[in-house]
């Protein structure tokens, strides 16, 4: 194999904040297929690192290049969603009163598609897609279950799912297994190897048994720039990374 093809890309790119700089020059690249693990201590930048690259802050300077050739800093949120990129924020943001399989039906539709309410008819092709999504998701046997009756790992998990309806070609999942139990943590790092299969990820998180589990390049972020690099054997014996985790 030659060299891997990139999906993403930041160079230099600095976010300020009235004076404070919450992305200092930051530049990473992720190849197409790659599932990458982003840690950092409070404040590092984290959240703001995936604020820039869905649209929601724009940098003071630097580029975010997706895909070889979109410059996403001269996009808005939607557009920058309509090529591909799907984000899971912390709080799930999914339909309460509505079942698991309800959910997910109105997940696939999206903005575009031509379901309109969840009384047309069901199509093949959708229950097919849902039926998919449930089996990655771990929720196959909760279908008919009101999202408001999951337990809060099974919530974050239709909400990834409710993401993979759209079909996104790169997965940005910020925190996903805060508050969860370790049995949920652990199946949420198969789930995210599963999706990783054939999608991009970035996954922010402090939990170090997860991203463990990951077993993926590990990027180390502080005061905004990237610290450390490498597989989290090699970021967890670094002596910076180890002076700023201890540090404090
Ligand atoms: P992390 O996710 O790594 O904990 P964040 O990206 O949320 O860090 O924040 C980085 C720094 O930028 C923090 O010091 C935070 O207080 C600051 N910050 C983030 N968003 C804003 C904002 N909208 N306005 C002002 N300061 C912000
Ligand atoms: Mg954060």
Not at 139 to 160: C, F, N, P, V
Not at 229 to 237: A, L, M, R, T, Y
């Amino acid at each position: 194999m030659s060299e891997a093809e990139t999906l993403l890309y930041l160079d230099g790119v600095t976010v300020t904040f009235d004076g404070f700089r919450a992305l200092n020059a930051l530049s990473l690249v992720l190849n197409a297929g790659e599932m990458r693990a982003v840690i950092g201590p409070n404040g590092a930048g984290k959240t703001t690192m995936m604020d820039v690259i869905t649209g929601k802050t724009r940098p003071d300077r630097g580029k975010v290049v997706f895909s070889a050739a979109t410059d996403l800093t001269r996009l808005d949120e939607p557009s920058i969603a309509a090529l591909g990129i799907g984000r899971k924020f912390q709080k799930p943001t999914v339909f309460e009163p509505l079942s698991v399989w309800d959910n997910l039906l109105l997940a696939l539709a999206g903005d575009r598609g031509p379901r309109f309410s969840l009384f047309a008819r069901q199509t093949s092709q959708e229950k097919a897609r849902i039926e998919a999504i449930l089996q990655t998701t771990r929720l196959t046997d909760q279908r008919h279950r009101r999202a408001a009756d999951l337990s809060h790992g099974q919530k974050q998990w239709l909400e990834i799912g409710m993401l993979l309806a759209q079909e996104p070609r790169l997965l940005l999942v910020d925190e996903p297994v805060a508050g969860m139990t370790d049995a949920e943590t652990e199946q949420t790092a198969a789930l995210l190897r599963e999706i990783n299969k054939t999608r991009s990820v970035v996954v922010v998180e402090h939990d170090m048994a997860f991203v463990r589990a990951l077993d993926v390049k590990v990027t180390v972020l502080h005061e905004g720039s990237v610290l450390s690099e490498g597989s989290i054997d090699h970021v967890s014996k670094d002596p910076k990374v180890i002076e700023v985790y201890l540090g404090r």
